[in-house]
């Protein structure tokens, strides 16, 4: 039980049925039909152990209106005793025709005593493991939800309207009448559920309120920016101007971070919108201010970019850029860490190695995270707490380019600030996606030879294959040679997970510089690798990919002023869902449209990377469907906070017991 997470009463009494089954009527065997699941009751007329084609227990069992066969496969002496002849026997099965008639084989059984009666409300079936057994199950339930504090902690009024109390909708979902249509319990629209799942958005949103309290109580480093400073130099020296959508942004984060309390704020926009400089002119406020800065990148090229882009940038104005990953070890590591923790590494660029034990920062102002549903939750909050005798909390930034679904953005991230860029850099031509089934592979050959023959750059990415990275490889090892070959004189580049970072960081930066024209990559290059020269991505087994990853990669091209074409290669034949998301993505260039679909298709615990973490965040409501209940809850979270802050706190103990610090990340 406890494996199952079962230890508290009220652990218990939470644990639902997944199912149920109907023990409480017995059906008279002459009217048994073939395929259904029935249950009976009759006495044993014969019980004998047949070794014909295989060893078996065959039961001869009548009631008043007929006979049926039981048969067991697999037996124990027991069960020839409990089934004995003259035995009255109640059995549960699916009925089936056999050639001697009625039979249900290995149907579930027990002796009753004559008059025994019958159970009133519908079993339960529980989600359990092999070693735990459903009746121990039942009983341990029922047991626990009669001593389990359930007192009601809500007043009427947060509530809506027609739910029973918590007591009432656990004692019947654990109990249902059999008069209930099964319907509304398998699809969880019952009264009943709706009151679990209603208890639990709320208890999610009083903490959600709650972490924000506490922020708002925390203090920061007021990074305030002087007219003339290092921001506005950096602005100057831009090749650029910044989009209207940019300035905003800027605004409201410089804004934010001007304040002594932490920011916690979500910068979102589309691949290609620009989010990169906009974190480095929150950098450069934050340094000009005396306060260090830290950005960590979910994979090491992208790093790794950043870093150049960062030092291009930054270090003319004199600031000292460290670099920290996980492939860089030694005396380098070890000075690089020196100079974080002495501040004179104003900023920090990096991968999760930012976040190891040994890294401590002077005095860090500014966290910024990009793609950050690319990590778990737990990294994140191991950013924040890399405070060490710091008493202001650093601001934190998070960028991604995967927006936030509504309903998330109200539920989980309730207490975020959320900024986005809602406009692409001008000059871009919006890529042409086109599906292609992989038998036209020679026809895209054909046509990387005319892009590359007009100066422009390509893309070839290789499908991850999940269960082997070695596989992988071959893939991507293989088709380098086979494009090579069909390309002479061509300069073509092999990009995959198995090299090392420096490794990695020389092919990149061949390609960057325009050195190499054909780039084979598997998904290594996924998120915010920036090659304005790429005009052409081609991504073989197209089908094996998510909608968000095909949507990051295909954000790879379009970066510059010429027309862009990603060809979605795919081997058929396709799926349902594979279709469909090969059609969204040749439909849209929408980061927040393909965002809703994948939602769709996926779910919002994985669309948080929660799985990475292996917490599911919801347990009963399910953000898809219950947005009505969300929005009862969001409104009902404040007002019970204001007048009545112990049930508020009483409730949250309840549902989130220790998972409240996992919400606030
Ligand atoms: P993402 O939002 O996907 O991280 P990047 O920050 O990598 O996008 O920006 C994509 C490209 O657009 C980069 O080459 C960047 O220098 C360029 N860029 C950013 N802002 C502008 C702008 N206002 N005008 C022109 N180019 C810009
Ligand atoms: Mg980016």
Redesign the pocket.
Same mark, same amino acid.
């Given at each position: 039980m406890r494996k199952l997470g079962l230890v508290r009463d009220i652990d218990l009494a939470l644990h639902l049925p997944m199912r149920y089954e109907d023990e409480t009527r017995l059906v008279a065997m002459s009217s048994l039909r073939d395929f259904s699941i029935a249950q009976v009751q009759g006495v044993v007329q014969e019980c004998r152990v047949e070794t014909r084609a295989r060893r078996q227990l065959v039961v001869r069992l009548a009631d008043d209106s007929g006979e049926l066969v039981l048969r067991l496969l697999h037996f124990y002496p027991s069960n020839q005793k409990t089934l004995a002849v003259g035995q009255l026997v109640r059995a549960r099965g699916e009925v089936r025709g056999g050639f001697f008639g009625r039979e249900m084989v290995h149907p579930e059984f027990r002796a009753v005593a004559p008059g025994a009666p019958l159970p009133q409300a519908l079993t339960p079936v529980y989600p359990s493991s092999a070693q735990l057994p459903q009746a121990y199950l039942r009983k341990a339930v029922a047991s626990a939800l009669a001593r389990a504090p359930l007192a009601e902690l809500l007043p009427p009024e947060v509530l809506p309207a027609g739910l029973p109390t918590l007591r009432e909708a656990l004692q019947f979902l654990h109990q249902p009448s059999p008069e209930v249509p099964l319907a509304t319990l398998e699809d969880h629209s019952h009264p009943a559920w709706q009151r679990l799942k209603f208890d639990e958005l709320l208890a999610q949103q009083l903490s959600q309120a709650q972490a924000q309290a506490v922020r708002a109580t925390l203090a920061a480093p007021a990074l305030r920016q002087p007219a003339g400073g290092m921001a506005s130099q950096l602005l100057a020296a831009l090749p650029?101007?910044? $989009?209207a959508a940019?300035q905003r942004v800027v605004a409201e984060i410089t804004a934010d971070i001007a304040r002594p309390q932490p920011m916690h704020r979500l910068l979102q926009?589309d691949?290609?919108?620009?989010? $990169?400089?906009v974190a480095a002119l929150a950098a450069a406020v934050s340094i000009a201010a005396g306060w260090q800065c830290a950005l960590m990148a979910p994979t090491e090229i992208l790093a790794e970019q950043h870093f150049r882009k960062l030092v291009g940038w930054l270090q003319p104005l004199g600031v000292t850029v460290a670099w920290l990953t996980g492939s860089r070890k030694g005396k380098a590591r070890d000075a690089m860490v020196a100079q974080v923790a002495s501040g004179q590494a104003m900023l920090v660029v990096g991968t999760h190695a930012v976040i190891q034990h040994d890294v401590a920062f002077a005095r860090l102002g500014l966290a910024i995270v990009d793609e950050q549903h690319r990590f778990g939750v737990a990294q994140r909050l191991a950013l924040r707490a890399k405070l060490g005798e710091q008493t202001l909390e650093p601001h934190l930034l998070m960028m991604s380019?995967t927006p936030i679904p509504r309903t998330l953005a109200m539920s989980y991230f309730a207490d975020l600030a959320v900024s986005t860029i809602d406009e692409l850099?001008?000059g871009r031509t919006p890529i042409v996606t086109k599906v292609f089934a992989d038998t036209r592979r020679e026809a895209v050959v054909a046509r990387i030879r005319d892009e590359l023959a007009q100066g422009r750059q390509v893309y070839w990415v290789c499908p991850l294959v999940e269960e082997s990275e070695h596989l992988d490889l071959q893939n991507a090892t293989a088709t380098h040679a086979e494009l090579a070959a069909a390309l002479p004189g061509v300069v073509v580049g092999l990009l995959h997970g198995r090299m090392a970072g420096a490794e990695k960081a020389s092919v990149m930066a061949q390609f960057t510089r325009g050195e190499m024209k054909l780039l084979v990559a598997t998904t290594v290059i996924e998120v915010?690798v920036?090659v304005?020269g790429a005009s052409l991505m081609v991504i073989e087994h197209a089908e094996r990919f998510g909608l968000a990853q095909l949507h990051q990669l295909r954000?790879r091209v379009g970066?510059g002023a010429a027309a862009s074409v990603c060809v979605l290669l795919y081997s058929g034949p396709l799926s349902a869902t594979g279709r469909a998301r090969l059609k969204a993505m040749a439909e849209t260039n929408d980061g927040f449209e393909i965002a809703r679909r994948d939602l769709e298709i996926r779910g919002p615990g994985e669309f948080m990377g929660a799985r990475q973490s292996g917490d599911a965040l919801l347990r009963f409501a399910d953000l898809a469907q219950d947005s009505a209940l969300l929005l009862h809850a969001r409104a009902a979270a404040p007002r019970l906070l204001a007048e009545q802050p112990q049930a508020a706190q009483a409730h949250v103990l309840r549902w989130l017991g220790g998972k409240a610090e996992f919400l606030k990340a």
């Open positions: 650029f101007t910044l $989009t940019q926009g691949v290609g919108s620009g989010k $990169t400089v380019a850099p001008p915010g920036d304005p954000g970066r």
